[in-house]
């Protein structure tokens, strides 16, 4: 594949029934264009864990995936409130979930962790009050 496909997702952030739907859609999406089983578990992961940190803090959000043939980029954007400390939210086990989310068993701290674990490359740029922008590069 030499040219970029693109696939844009909105992220409802009123309703964790429908969190997870865009990396199960681009799950589909990717198997159909025959990467790896690995690599769409990757992108599946990192994904998902996006799309409920979009629900938990940000009240939804989108994502985009470029697909191209040698990587996947997916950049995931909200308008929520913002990362007040990124090396601090990127510790495993750190959560700012409140006891709703957390009884409802989501909120473990273990979002931003597992994003990067599964992926290449995260970049992540937040500003309080404005939002986050999450950019992140699986190599297949």
Do not use: C, W
């Amino acid at each position: 594949m030499t040219d970029k496909v693109n696939f844009h997702f909105d992220i409802d952030g009123d309703n964790f029934t429908s969190a997870g739907e865009a990396s199960v859609r681009i799950k589909k999406l990717l198997r159909e264009m025959g990467f790896s089983p690995d690599t769409i578990r990757r992108v599946s992961v990192a994904m998902y864990e996006g799309e409920i940190n979009m629900v938990i803090h940000a009240n939804g959000g989108s994502a985009d995936v470029d697909v191209y043939g040698d990587r996947i980029e997916i950049i995931l954007a909200d308008k929520g409130p913002g990362i007040p400390d990124i090396d601090l939210a990127m510790q495993e086990g750190y959560s700012t979930a409140p006891d709703n989310i957390r009884s409802l068993g989501f909120g473990a701290g273990m979002g931003l962790p597992n994003m990067k674990r599964y992926t290449d490359d995260m970049r992540i740029e937040s500003a309080l009050g404005v939002g986050t922008t999450i950019y992140m590069t699986v190599k297949t």
